[in-house]
């Protein structure tokens, strides 16, 4: 290559390089937006090359750059990294937007989806069954249940106190020991665990009172504090297995003894997202087929197209790709599904500086404190650092829909910039108001149970 072509090259080059660090898009959207996005390549975490993974979609360049609003406080704001943002009132005016048609990464916001689709399946008092069978018989006289014991569930959230639960009904049926196996289907699951036959055998341990721990029965005193049930107990619950635990499916031959079921789903469902339980989350998807189906159950119901609300997961790991203004159709689809049965988003999500969990300690000044309520989404090294935030912000003129897609740059920083950013939002609607909430203990909520006999139809809560 010649001394002068070269040198062209490079001037060429470099001119393109100031002008990607020197021109922020005057606007989000129209040519100008379109000319300045660029594609990247988008892989799984170990570089696979899945085609279905290996994707491109378009985002900001990394500059700094001001969205469009009205709003000249708001439009003068520096925004960091690869970010998408839209801010509407709830007729549909908009506040702010930056780059609401471009693809990110919203993390944990995919929760958000996975709640909609298992609400509008299922409703939001729906109970995860886990049934108690045998192939045996019970002799009361002696407490011993001679044969096997089965249990059937897929219930997320199903824990120690739950184990407990089951012994309590077993001796109230007359059962204190069982000589044979305890069998568990391959759906079982207890604390989050996502091996069934390691469950069964925590479920085996904890029904056994010689082998409780201490810490178990203290899980135990607290569910009946918080369910209430104090009154209901007589003695201490307690199974001995005398077989071995096992993993098998079910015959269809067995004798129904007991259901247990779960709290309600919207209260599973505000668990999930205060804490942004990924295993709950995944748990919940499978219920509707998982992420694909869980993406197209939005898709048609909230309107928006596939290339606009693409997931990998049911929790937001790994690869998802979102855009704001989809991820806004979301937010509008499940307020109306709350609206229909009487519910409102703090039914479901966190409300910010009052309820347990992710958004604990943002917003919880005495001035900010129950004025916005929305879920958050963090990845520390996927895409190089992904934080979002979505939801609802209350002020005194007002309530807001919001969303903020943060990629590639400090999580640290972008949660600074939103919790900033928010409040500035409030700031031009006359300030923060604090929404009309009665919190309830989390545990209170999970405490919801009940376990319902077969002959009688009646239910034990």
Sequence with gaps: ???????????????????????????????????????????????????????????????????????????????PGYSGILVQTLDGKTVVDNYSNAAFNPASNVKLATAYAVLKTFGPDYRFPTSVYTDGTIDRTTGT??????????????????????????????????????????????????????????????????????????????????????????????????????????????????????????????????????????????MVGGPDAVARIVQLNAGVQPSEFYLQTSSGLGINRVTPSSMMKLLRSLRSELARNKMTFADIMPVAGIDKGTLESRFDTDFSKGSVVGKTGTLGQTDGGVSSLAGEISTRNGKLLFVVFNMHGSVSRFRSFQNNYISLIQGQFGGPAQMTYNPISLDVRLARSRVTFPEAQTASN
């Design 1 to 79: 290559m010649s001394v002068v072509l070269l040198a062209a090259v490079l001037t060429f080059l470099g001119s393109i390089s100031l002008y990607a660090q020197s021109s922020p898009p005057a606007t989000s959207s129209g040519p100008a937006q379109k000319q300045l996005l660029q594609d990247i390549k988008v892989y799984r975490d170990d570089n696979s090359s899945d085609p279905l993974v290996k994707k491109t979609s378009s985002v900001a360049p990394v500059v700094a750059n001001r969205a469009a609003s009205p709003y000249p406080v708001l439009a003068d704001v520096d925004i």
């Design 145 to 286: 249940l001679t044969g096997n014991v089965y249990i059937a569930g897929r219930d997320p959230i199903f824990g120690y106190e739950h184990a407990v639960r089951l012994a309590t009904e077993l001796n109230r049926l007359g059962v204190t020991n069982v000589t044979g196996n305890l069998i568990v289907t391959d759906t079982f699951s207890m604390n989050y665990n996502g091996s069934a036959l390691r469950s069964g055998q925590t479920l085996a341990a904890a029904m056994d009172a010689s082998k409780r721990s201490a810490g178990v029965t203290k899980i135990w005193l607290n569910y009946l504090s918080n369910s209430g049930k104090f009154s209901q107990m007589s003695g201490v619950p307690t199974v001995t297995l005398g077989g071995t635990v096992l993993m098998q499916p079910i015959s269809s031959n067995l004798r129904l003894l007991f259901t247990h079921e779960s709290a309600p789903l919207r209260e599973i469902i505000k668990v999930t997202l205060c804490y942004s339980n990924n295993f709950m989350a995944e748990r919940l998807g499978e």
